[in-house]
Protein backbone atom coordinates (compact mmCIF):
# COMPACT_ATOMS: atom_id res chain seq x y z
CA UNK A 1 0.00 0.00 0.00
CA UNK A 2 1.00 3.11 -0.60
CA UNK A 3 0.21 6.75 0.28
CA UNK A 4 0.52 9.59 -2.51
CA UNK A 5 1.48 12.80 -1.27
CA UNK A 6 1.05 16.04 -3.13
CA UNK A 7 3.26 19.00 -2.22
CA UNK A 8 5.63 22.19 -3.37
CA UNK A 9 8.97 20.70 -2.84
CA UNK A 10 10.78 23.96 -3.48
CA UNK A 11 8.99 25.49 -0.71
CA UNK A 12 7.38 23.03 1.35
CA UNK A 13 9.86 20.48 1.26
CA UNK A 14 10.90 20.36 5.19
CA UNK A 15 6.85 20.07 6.19
CA UNK A 16 6.58 17.60 3.02
CA UNK A 17 9.27 15.46 4.47
CA UNK A 18 8.18 15.28 8.23
CA UNK A 19 5.17 13.85 6.67
CA UNK A 20 6.18 11.00 4.64
CA UNK A 21 8.75 10.18 7.67
CA UNK A 22 5.79 9.44 9.64
CA UNK A 23 3.86 7.36 7.45
CA UNK A 24 6.85 5.95 6.93
CA UNK A 25 7.48 4.69 10.18
CA UNK A 26 4.34 3.28 10.38
CA UNK A 27 4.85 0.62 7.57
CA UNK A 28 3.06 2.20 5.13
CA UNK A 29 4.72 3.49 1.73
CA UNK A 30 4.82 6.94 0.23
CA UNK A 31 5.20 8.38 -3.43
CA UNK A 32 6.22 12.19 -3.37
CA UNK A 33 4.41 14.40 -6.41
CA UNK A 34 5.99 17.82 -6.70
CA UNK A 35 4.41 20.68 -8.08
CA UNK A 36 6.20 23.08 -7.07
CA UNK A 37 6.86 25.63 -9.91
CA UNK A 38 9.09 28.30 -8.45
CA UNK A 39 12.59 26.61 -7.75
CA UNK A 40 14.12 23.10 -7.68
CA UNK A 41 13.38 20.26 -4.97
CA UNK A 42 14.63 20.17 -1.58
CA UNK A 43 15.07 16.42 -2.15
CA UNK A 44 14.00 13.95 -5.24
CA UNK A 45 10.59 13.17 -5.36
CA UNK A 46 9.18 10.18 -7.09
CA UNK A 47 7.17 12.23 -9.70
CA UNK A 48 8.84 15.58 -11.03
CA UNK A 49 7.06 18.82 -11.13
CA UNK A 50 8.52 18.58 -14.84
CA UNK A 51 6.72 15.56 -15.33
CA UNK A 52 3.20 16.71 -13.94
CA UNK A 53 3.65 20.00 -15.74
CA UNK A 54 3.85 17.79 -18.62
CA UNK A 55 1.05 15.92 -17.54
CA UNK A 56 -0.95 19.19 -17.10
CA UNK A 57 0.00 19.77 -21.31
CA UNK A 58 2.70 22.60 -21.07
CA UNK A 59 6.63 22.29 -19.37
CA UNK A 60 8.26 23.73 -16.46
CA UNK A 61 10.17 25.95 -18.30
CA UNK A 62 7.16 27.41 -20.12
CA UNK A 63 5.59 27.78 -16.25
CA UNK A 64 8.57 29.49 -14.59
CA UNK A 65 8.83 32.03 -18.43
CA UNK A 66 5.68 32.94 -17.75
CA UNK A 67 5.58 33.38 -14.38
CA UNK A 68 1.78 33.54 -14.32
CA UNK A 69 0.89 31.95 -11.19
CA UNK A 70 -2.63 31.55 -11.64
CA UNK A 71 -1.81 29.39 -15.10
CA UNK A 72 0.62 27.77 -12.83
CA UNK A 73 -1.65 26.51 -10.67
CA UNK A 74 -4.30 25.40 -13.17
CA UNK A 75 -1.66 23.53 -15.29
CA UNK A 76 -0.04 21.91 -12.12
CA UNK A 77 -3.73 20.77 -10.82
CA UNK A 78 -4.31 19.39 -14.72
CA UNK A 79 -1.04 17.74 -14.44
CA UNK A 80 -1.28 16.70 -10.38
CA UNK A 81 -4.63 14.53 -11.46
CA UNK A 82 -3.58 13.34 -14.44
CA UNK A 83 -0.55 11.72 -12.42
CA UNK A 84 -2.95 10.57 -9.74
CA UNK A 85 -5.70 8.96 -11.77
CA UNK A 86 -2.75 7.07 -13.53
CA UNK A 87 -1.16 6.35 -10.32
CA UNK A 88 -4.28 4.76 -9.18
CA UNK A 89 -5.33 2.87 -12.07
CA UNK A 90 -1.73 1.09 -11.52
CA UNK A 91 -2.67 0.23 -8.34
CA UNK A 92 0.09 2.00 -6.61
CA UNK A 93 -2.36 4.84 -4.79
CA UNK A 94 -4.34 3.90 -1.91
CA UNK A 95 -4.81 7.31 -0.58
CA UNK A 96 -3.58 10.79 -1.26
CA UNK A 97 -2.47 13.60 1.47
CA UNK A 98 -1.63 17.37 0.35
CA UNK A 99 -0.85 20.12 2.56
CA UNK A 100 -0.06 23.71 1.77
CA UNK A 101 -1.68 27.32 1.27
CA UNK A 102 -4.29 28.42 -0.84
CA UNK A 103 -1.99 27.21 -3.97
CA UNK A 104 -0.90 23.82 -3.15
CA UNK A 105 -4.53 23.19 -1.70
CA UNK A 106 -5.79 24.20 -4.93
CA UNK A 107 -3.20 21.75 -6.80
CA UNK A 108 -4.03 19.00 -4.72
CA UNK A 109 -7.80 18.82 -4.55
CA UNK A 110 -8.11 19.24 -7.96
CA UNK A 111 -6.40 15.90 -8.36
CA UNK A 112 -8.34 14.19 -5.32
CA UNK A 113 -11.78 15.49 -6.72
CA UNK A 114 -10.58 12.82 -10.16
CA UNK A 115 -10.15 10.43 -8.09
CA UNK A 116 -13.50 8.05 -7.07
CA UNK A 117 -15.57 7.81 -4.45
CA UNK A 118 -14.08 5.62 -1.26
CA UNK A 119 -10.35 6.62 -2.10
CA UNK A 120 -8.89 8.43 0.91
CA UNK A 121 -8.32 12.24 0.36
CA UNK A 122 -7.30 14.14 3.33
CA UNK A 123 -5.61 17.65 2.84
CA UNK A 124 -4.19 19.80 5.30
CA UNK A 125 -4.43 23.34 4.59
CA UNK A 126 -3.91 27.04 5.68
CA UNK A 127 -7.54 27.72 3.90
CA UNK A 128 -9.87 24.96 5.55
CA UNK A 129 -11.51 27.01 8.29
CA UNK A 130 -13.22 28.99 5.45
CA UNK A 131 -15.31 28.10 2.46
CA UNK A 132 -13.92 25.07 1.43
CA UNK A 133 -16.65 24.12 -1.56
CA UNK A 134 -14.17 25.21 -4.28
CA UNK A 135 -11.88 22.47 -3.10
CA UNK A 136 -14.19 19.56 -1.82
CA UNK A 137 -16.49 20.15 -4.56
CA UNK A 138 -18.94 16.65 -4.87
CA UNK A 139 -15.98 14.49 -3.72
CA UNK A 140 -14.97 12.61 0.02
CA UNK A 141 -11.99 15.17 0.67
CA UNK A 142 -11.44 15.48 4.27
CA UNK A 143 -9.63 18.58 5.27
CA UNK A 144 -7.52 19.79 8.78
CA UNK A 145 -7.10 23.34 9.12
CA UNK A 146 -3.56 23.70 9.74
CA UNK A 147 -4.00 26.73 12.45
CA UNK A 148 -0.40 28.13 12.10
CA UNK A 149 0.65 28.80 8.19
CA UNK A 150 2.84 25.67 6.82
CA UNK A 151 6.27 27.74 7.31
CA UNK A 152 8.68 25.42 9.10
CA UNK A 153 8.14 22.99 11.64
CA UNK A 154 7.55 23.88 15.19
CA UNK A 155 5.96 22.22 18.27
CA UNK A 156 2.46 23.01 16.69
CA UNK A 157 3.07 22.13 13.07
CA UNK A 158 4.36 19.32 13.45
CA UNK A 159 1.54 18.01 15.87
CA UNK A 160 -1.03 18.69 13.03
CA UNK A 161 1.10 17.06 10.14
CA UNK A 162 1.58 14.03 12.74
CA UNK A 163 -2.11 14.03 12.86
CA UNK A 164 -2.72 13.92 9.26
CA UNK A 165 -0.21 11.67 8.12
CA UNK A 166 -0.96 9.42 11.12
CA UNK A 167 -4.91 9.34 9.68
CA UNK A 168 -3.97 8.95 6.37
CA UNK A 169 -1.81 5.30 7.64
CA UNK A 170 -5.37 4.59 9.25
CA UNK A 171 -7.12 4.86 6.13
CA UNK A 172 -5.18 2.76 4.23
CA UNK A 173 -3.95 0.42 6.36
CA UNK A 174 -7.10 -0.82 7.73
CA UNK A 175 -9.57 -1.27 5.08
CA UNK A 176 -13.55 -1.07 6.22
CA UNK A 177 -15.41 -4.48 6.19
CA UNK A 178 -18.23 -2.44 4.22
CA UNK A 179 -20.73 -4.90 3.09
CA UNK A 180 -21.41 -4.76 -0.88
CA UNK A 181 -24.52 -6.10 -2.34
CA UNK A 182 -25.61 -6.92 -5.58
CA UNK A 183 -28.11 -4.45 -6.03
CA UNK A 184 -29.41 -2.19 -8.14
CA UNK A 185 -28.62 1.74 -6.99
CA UNK A 186 -31.67 4.36 -6.64
CA UNK A 187 -30.21 7.60 -6.50
CA UNK A 188 -32.90 9.94 -4.18
CA UNK A 189 -32.63 13.69 -3.75
CA UNK A 190 -34.49 14.94 -0.29
CA UNK A 191 -34.80 18.04 1.10
CA UNK A 192 -36.15 18.75 4.95
CA UNK A 193 -39.74 19.68 2.92
CA UNK A 194 -39.63 16.66 1.40
CA UNK A 195 -37.75 14.07 3.69
CA UNK A 196 -41.62 12.28 4.51
CA UNK A 197 -41.84 11.33 1.04
CA UNK A 198 -38.18 10.36 0.57
CA UNK A 199 -38.11 8.20 3.65
CA UNK A 200 -41.23 6.36 2.39
CA UNK A 201 -40.25 6.04 -0.63
CA UNK A 202 -36.79 4.48 -0.02
CA UNK A 203 -38.21 2.51 2.21
CA UNK A 204 -40.69 1.16 -0.64
CA UNK A 205 -37.42 0.94 -2.77
CA UNK A 206 -35.27 -1.23 -0.85
CA UNK A 207 -38.03 -3.94 0.30
CA UNK A 208 -38.22 -4.37 -3.34
CA UNK A 209 -34.63 -5.46 -3.50
CA UNK A 210 -32.83 -1.69 -4.65
CA UNK A 211 -30.09 -0.28 -2.88
CA UNK A 212 -30.91 3.77 -1.91
CA UNK A 213 -28.79 6.71 -2.03
CA UNK A 214 -29.81 9.94 -0.82
CA UNK A 215 -28.41 13.51 -1.51
CA UNK A 216 -29.31 16.19 0.03
CA UNK A 217 -30.07 19.08 -2.88
CA UNK A 218 -27.78 21.66 -1.43
CA UNK A 219 -25.82 22.15 -4.81
CA UNK A 220 -23.08 19.97 -4.00
CA UNK A 221 -25.53 16.87 -3.42
CA UNK A 222 -27.09 17.41 -6.67
CA UNK A 223 -23.85 17.54 -8.29
CA UNK A 224 -22.46 14.50 -6.77
CA UNK A 225 -25.39 12.71 -7.80
CA UNK A 226 -25.10 13.99 -11.42
CA UNK A 227 -20.78 12.96 -10.41
CA UNK A 228 -21.76 9.38 -9.89
CA UNK A 229 -24.76 8.53 -12.28
CA UNK A 230 -22.40 9.26 -14.84
CA UNK A 231 -19.24 7.46 -13.29
CA UNK A 232 -22.11 4.26 -13.75
CA UNK A 233 -22.07 3.95 -10.38
CA UNK A 234 -26.46 4.54 -10.05
CA UNK A 235 -28.59 2.80 -12.33
CA UNK A 236 -31.79 4.66 -11.78
CA UNK A 237 -32.80 8.10 -10.25
CA UNK A 238 -36.02 9.28 -8.21
CA UNK A 239 -35.46 12.57 -8.48
CA UNK A 240 -38.48 13.92 -5.98
CA UNK A 241 -36.73 17.39 -5.10
CA UNK A 242 -34.92 19.67 -8.05
CA UNK A 243 -35.03 22.72 -5.97
CA UNK A 244 -31.56 23.75 -6.94
CA UNK A 245 -32.96 24.65 -10.29
CA UNK A 246 -34.73 27.68 -8.79
CA UNK A 247 -31.64 28.59 -7.00
CA UNK A 248 -29.70 28.65 -10.31
CA UNK A 249 -32.33 30.80 -12.01
CA UNK A 250 -33.00 33.23 -9.51
CA UNK A 251 -29.65 33.86 -7.68
CA UNK A 252 -29.44 31.62 -4.31
CA UNK A 253 -26.70 29.82 -2.58
CA UNK A 254 -27.29 26.18 -3.24
CA UNK A 255 -27.26 26.14 -7.10
CA UNK A 256 -25.91 22.55 -9.08
CA UNK A 257 -25.23 24.35 -12.41
CA UNK A 258 -26.70 24.41 -15.13
CA UNK A 259 -26.05 21.02 -16.26
CA UNK A 260 -28.66 19.53 -13.49
CA UNK A 261 -31.12 17.04 -14.77
CA UNK A 262 -28.68 16.36 -17.57
CA UNK A 263 -26.73 13.10 -16.42
CA UNK A 264 -29.61 10.62 -16.10
CA UNK A 265 -31.10 11.91 -19.21
CA UNK A 266 -27.18 11.50 -21.00
CA UNK A 267 -26.91 8.04 -19.61
CA UNK A 268 -30.04 6.72 -20.64
CA UNK A 269 -30.54 5.49 -16.76
CA UNK A 270 -34.66 5.04 -15.93
CA UNK A 271 -35.76 8.31 -13.78
CA UNK A 272 -38.62 9.53 -12.34
CA UNK A 273 -38.37 13.57 -11.70
CA UNK A 274 -40.68 15.85 -9.38
CA UNK A 275 -40.94 19.58 -8.39
CA UNK A 276 -39.94 18.85 -4.96
CA UNK A 277 -38.87 22.10 -3.34
CA UNK A 278 -39.51 24.17 -6.28
CA UNK A 279 -41.59 26.73 -3.82
CA UNK A 280 -38.47 28.24 -2.77
CA UNK A 281 -34.95 29.70 -3.05
CA UNK A 282 -32.07 29.56 -0.53
CA UNK A 283 -30.15 32.53 1.35
CA UNK A 284 -28.02 32.37 4.50
CA UNK A 285 -29.01 34.33 7.48
CA UNK A 286 -31.99 36.68 6.81
CA UNK A 287 -29.40 40.00 6.81
CA UNK A 288 -27.53 38.80 3.96
CA UNK A 289 -30.38 37.96 0.99
CA UNK A 290 -29.48 40.75 -1.33
CA UNK A 291 -31.59 44.01 -1.33
CA UNK A 292 -33.30 43.30 -4.96
CA UNK A 293 -35.51 40.71 -2.73
CA UNK A 294 -36.90 43.12 -0.28
CA UNK A 295 -40.81 42.41 -0.51
CA UNK A 296 -40.67 39.09 -0.81
CA UNK A 297 -42.08 36.25 0.73
CA UNK A 298 -39.38 34.80 3.11
CA UNK A 299 -39.52 32.00 5.74
CA UNK A 300 -36.73 31.48 8.49
CA UNK A 301 -36.05 27.98 8.33
CA UNK A 302 -32.86 28.47 10.81
CA UNK A 303 -30.88 30.98 12.23
CA UNK A 304 -28.25 30.04 9.06
CA UNK A 305 -30.95 29.91 6.08
CA UNK A 306 -33.77 32.11 5.02
CA UNK A 307 -36.06 30.73 1.98
CA UNK A 308 -37.74 32.97 -0.29
CA UNK A 309 -40.83 31.84 -2.17
CA UNK A 310 -40.39 31.78 -6.08
CA UNK A 311 -43.20 33.52 -7.59
CA UNK A 312 -45.71 32.73 -11.13
CA UNK A 313 -43.02 34.01 -13.39
CA UNK A 314 -40.11 32.07 -11.80
CA UNK A 315 -42.37 28.89 -11.63
CA UNK A 316 -43.41 29.42 -14.82
CA UNK A 317 -39.27 29.48 -16.06
CA UNK A 318 -38.53 26.56 -13.65
CA UNK A 319 -41.26 24.43 -15.56
CA UNK A 320 -40.20 25.29 -18.97
CA UNK A 321 -36.26 24.49 -18.00
CA UNK A 322 -37.19 21.29 -16.23
CA UNK A 323 -39.65 20.18 -19.50
CA UNK A 324 -36.74 20.70 -22.00
CA UNK A 325 -34.37 18.50 -19.56
CA UNK A 326 -36.49 16.17 -19.34
CA UNK A 327 -37.43 16.13 -23.10
CA UNK A 328 -34.22 15.70 -24.08
CA UNK A 329 -33.42 12.43 -21.98
CA UNK A 330 -32.70 8.92 -24.13
CA UNK A 331 -33.89 6.98 -21.04
CA UNK A 332 -37.65 6.57 -19.51
CA UNK A 333 -38.58 9.10 -18.40
CA UNK A 334 -41.44 10.11 -16.07
CA UNK A 335 -42.43 13.43 -14.86
CA UNK A 336 -44.48 13.41 -11.41
CA UNK A 337 -46.57 16.93 -10.62
CA UNK A 338 -48.10 16.80 -6.54
CA UNK A 339 -51.15 19.30 -7.35
CA UNK A 340 -51.78 19.99 -3.77
CA UNK A 341 -47.86 21.08 -3.14
CA UNK A 342 -44.58 20.37 -3.71
CA UNK A 343 -43.20 20.64 0.08
CA UNK A 344 -43.84 20.97 3.51
CA UNK A 345 -44.47 24.95 2.78
CA UNK A 346 -46.45 24.80 0.42
CA UNK A 347 -49.64 23.23 2.00
CA UNK A 348 -52.45 25.58 2.85
CA UNK A 349 -51.77 27.24 5.93
CA UNK A 350 -48.54 27.29 5.44
CA UNK A 351 -46.12 29.92 5.25
CA UNK A 352 -45.50 29.38 1.07
CA UNK A 353 -49.05 28.16 0.30
CA UNK A 354 -49.54 29.97 -3.14
CA UNK A 355 -51.54 28.10 -5.88
CA UNK A 356 -51.41 30.51 -7.99
CA UNK A 357 -47.48 30.37 -8.43
CA UNK A 358 -48.30 26.13 -8.23
CA UNK A 359 -50.57 26.68 -11.07
CA UNK A 360 -47.57 28.37 -13.08
CA UNK A 361 -45.04 26.08 -12.20
CA UNK A 362 -47.64 22.89 -13.53
CA UNK A 363 -49.01 24.36 -17.03
CA UNK A 364 -45.31 25.67 -17.94
CA UNK A 365 -44.55 21.84 -17.41
CA UNK A 366 -47.44 20.55 -19.12
CA UNK A 367 -47.56 22.88 -22.08
CA UNK A 368 -43.54 22.29 -22.68
CA UNK A 369 -43.40 18.78 -21.61
CA UNK A 370 -42.72 16.14 -24.92
CA UNK A 371 -45.08 13.62 -26.24
CA UNK A 372 -42.08 10.79 -24.82
CA UNK A 373 -41.92 11.83 -21.54
CA UNK A 374 -44.79 9.66 -19.53
CA UNK A 375 -46.52 12.50 -17.02
CA UNK A 376 -48.06 11.55 -13.61
CA UNK A 377 -50.70 14.58 -12.14
CA UNK A 378 -51.44 13.22 -8.27
CA UNK A 379 -54.26 15.48 -6.28
CA UNK A 380 -52.11 15.15 -3.36
CA UNK A 381 -48.75 17.01 -2.00
CA UNK A 382 -45.72 15.84 -2.21
CA UNK A 383 -45.38 13.96 1.05
CA UNK A 384 -48.46 11.83 0.89
CA UNK A 385 -48.00 8.26 1.30
CA UNK A 386 -49.18 7.95 -2.01
CA UNK A 387 -47.21 10.04 -3.91
CA UNK A 388 -43.99 7.98 -2.92
CA UNK A 389 -45.96 4.73 -3.94
CA UNK A 390 -47.02 5.84 -7.13
CA UNK A 391 -43.33 7.23 -8.32
CA UNK A 392 -41.89 3.73 -6.72
CA UNK A 393 -44.35 2.05 -8.75
CA UNK A 394 -42.99 3.84 -11.69
CA UNK A 395 -39.67 3.82 -11.47
CA UNK A 396 -39.75 -0.11 -10.32
CA UNK A 397 -41.70 -0.32 -13.89
CA UNK A 398 -39.28 1.29 -16.01
CA UNK A 399 -36.09 -0.55 -14.07
CA UNK A 400 -37.40 -4.06 -14.67
CA UNK A 401 -38.72 -3.36 -18.51
CA UNK A 402 -35.18 -2.04 -19.04
CA UNK A 403 -33.21 -4.86 -17.71
CA UNK A 404 -32.37 -3.00 -14.76
CA UNK A 405 -34.78 -4.10 -11.71
CA UNK A 406 -33.36 -6.61 -9.36
CA UNK A 407 -32.83 -10.52 -9.71
CA UNK A 408 -34.50 -11.84 -7.40
Known amino acids: MAVVIIGTLDTKG ?15 ETHLVDVG ?44 AAVAQRLHEAGVLDGVLGLGGSGNTS ?64 MVANEPDVAVEDRPTIGITMFGVTTPCVQHARELLEARGYETIVFHATGTGGRAMESLIEEGIIDGVLDVTTTEWADELVGGVLNAGPERLDAA ?27 EFEGRQFHIHNPQVTLMRTTPSENADLGRIIAEKLNAATGPTA ?15 EDFYDPEADTALFDAL ?23 EAIVDTLDEYMRESGRGPTS
Open 14 to 28: EEIGFARDVIESQGV
Open 37 to 80: VLDDPEFEPDTSASEVAEAGGTTLDALREDADRGEAMEAMGRGA
Open 107 to 170: IATTAMRSLPVGVPKFMVSTMASGDTEPYVGSRDIAMLYSVADIEGLNQLSRQVIANAALAMVG
Open 265 to 291: GDAGIPQVVSTGALDMVNFGPRDSVPE
Open 335 to 349: LALPLGGVSMLDVEG
Open 366 to 388: REHLGPDVERLELDTDINDESFA
